[in-house]
Nanobody, 115 residues
Framework: QVQLVESGGGLVQAGGSLRLSCAASGTFFRLYTMAWYRQAPGKQRELVAHVTSSGSTNYADSVKGRFTISRDNDKNTVNLQMNSLKPEDTAVYYC?????????WGQGTQVTVSS
């Protein structure tokens, strides 16, 4: 089992920044593919960004150039730096891990961007 705990959400004005962190359990964190998803009210959950075990990253078009995903294998954490936030970024953000034992989700953290 992999446990994921997110932190760093909150309320911010448009144009501001937030940094989300996700702490993961497990000895083999460096082998996990990690990702951030988000779900806005009335919408489907969508992929925001992911980082593979080798460090390759991918982003949704809507966040390219504004968000940066990074991982620290020594601390078993994955972070999402969010800059130039827009009201449409408002959502619950979920940390996700993919390992051969299965897929795992955090409990989510709310991000609200006011206009």
């Amino acid at each position: 089992q992999v446990q994921l705990v997110e932190s760093g959400g909150g309320l911010v004005q448009a144009g501001g920044s937030l940094r989300l962190s996700c702490a993961a359990s497990g000895t083999f964190f460096r082998l996990y593919t990690m990702a951030w998803y988000r779900q806005a009210p009335g919408k489907q959950r969508e992929l925001v960004a992911h980082v593979t075990s080798s460090g390759s990253t991918n982003y949704a078009d809507s966040v390219k150039g504004r968000f940066t995903i990074s991982r620290d294998n020594d601390k078993n954490t994955v972070n999402l730096q969010m800059n130039s936030l827009k009201p449409e970024d408002t959502a619950v953000y979920y940390c996700y891990a993919d390992f051969f034992t299965g897929e795992y989700w955090g409990q989510g953290t709310q991000v609200t961007v006011s206009s």
